[in-house]
């Protein structure tokens, strides 16, 4: 089955190139990286250009700027049908493509464990699971979200469903992508780490408690939770109706 490995970027000049070699040595030569790029104001398309891979096609974002949007984007050229997520600054061990791809022979979803890293990538800690408890269910990941877009891995048929993404800033894509699979298909967590997560000043997502107030904390799990449940209602009813 063809791979299609989507990575949004934006300023990634420092660390891209590492995290491309580490994917592509993985990759066949009949897989993809496809890359969406939100207007990098530094050399970022040079240095992806600089690999000279044609497995790596890079597209621009056109819509709203941003880290969901941009993912969109680069998950609209995807042909392959096994999709994996990818952040710019990663670094994936070997094996990860591998194994997940079997585990995706049984499952719909796949998120792979990781070391946390600082810039340099010293491991500050062996398991990034550990940090949040990661694990599957809805209701578990509303209350804390545990499904993080850089260890997620699924089948074409998830995406088929996920887009469009919603449009509320309160539901982020990778959760919105899980909570997706939970629904229609089955998740599998995978304890063993498959990626060093490089922690940097430039890094978008952070590992972090939120600092967000009690009230917009209710707010945001209010919104995920009425957008699960009308996601839910909106696929039993096109069941039924088949």
Same mark, same amino acid.
Request: proline residues 2%; charged residues 25%.
């Given at each position: 089955?063809?791979?299609?490995?989507?990575?949004?970027?934006?300023?990634?000049?420092?660390?891209?190139?590492?995290?491309?070699?580490?994917?592509?040595?993985?990759?066949?030569?009949?897989?993809?990286?496809?890359?969406?790029?939100?207007?990098?104001?530094?050399?970022?398309?040079?240095?992806?250009?600089?690999?000279?891979?044609?497995?790596?096609?890079?597209?621009?974002?056109?819509?709203?700027?941003?880290?969901?949007?941009?993912?969109?984007?680069?998950?609209?050229?995807?042909?392959?049908?096994?999709?994996?997520?990818?952040?710019?600054?990663?670094?994936?061990?070997?094996?990860?493509?591998?194994?997940?791809?079997?585990?995706?022979?049984?499952?719909?979803?796949? %998120? @792979?464990?990781? /070391?946390?890293?600082?810039?340099? $990538?010293?491991?500050?800690?062996?398991?990034? !699971?550990? #940090?949040?408890? &990661?694990?599957?269910?809805?209701?578990?990941?509303?209350?804390?979200?545990?499904?993080?877009?850089?260890?997620?891995?699924?089948?074409?048929?998830?995406?088929?469903?996920?887009?469009?993404?919603?449009?509320?800033?309160?539901?982020?894509?990778?959760?919105?992508?899980?909570?997706?699979?939970?629904?229609?298909?089955?998740?599998?967590?995978?304890?063993?780490?498959?990626?060093?997560?490089?922690?940097?000043?430039?890094? %978008? @997502?952070?590992? /972090?408690?939120?600092?967000?107030? $009690?009230?917009?904390?209710?707010?945001?799990? !209010?919104? #995920?939770?009425? &957008?699960?449940?009308?996601?839910?209602?909106?696929?039993?009813?096109?069941?039924?109706?088949?």
């Amino acid at each position: 089955m063809k791979i299609s490995v989507c990575m949004a970027t934006y300023n990634g000049e420092k660390y891209v190139q590492e995290q491309l070699k580490s994917i592509l040595v993985q990759l066949k030569d009949t897989d993809e990286i496809i890359i969406s790029d939100d207007h990098s104001k530094d050399k970022t398309i040079d240095m992806i250009k600089n690999i000279n891979d044609q497995r790596i096609h890079i597209y621009y974002n056109k819509g709203t700027k941003g880290f969901t949007a941009n993912f969109e984007n680069a998950l609209r050229q995807a042909t392959g049908e096994i999709i994996f997520l990818s952040d710019q600054d990663d670094v994936w061990l070997p094996g990860k493509v591998e194994t997940v791809v079997s585990k995706l022979q049984q499952y719909d979803l796949v %998120v @792979t464990n990781s /070391k946390v890293t600082d810039e340099f $990538l010293n491991v500050t800690n062996d398991s990034f !699971f550990s #940090i949040f408890n &990661s694990g599957p269910g809805i209701f578990k990941n509303i209350m804390y979200n545990t499904y993080y877009g850089y260890s997620m891995a699924f089948r074409k048929k998830v995406l088929d469903y996920a887009l469009p993404f919603p449009k509320n800033r309160e539901v982020a894509f990778d959760i919105w992508i899980g909570f997706v699979s939970e629904i229609i298909g089955k998740v599998k967590f995978i304890k063993e780490p498959f990626v060093l997560y490089r922690r940097n000043s430039d890094t %978008v @997502t952070t590992i /972090k408690k939120s600092n967000r107030s $009690l009230q917009g904390k209710l707010y945001k799990r !209010f919104i #995920i939770m009425k &957008s699960v449940i009308l996601f839910f209602f909106k696929v039993k009813l096109k069941i039924i109706n088949l």
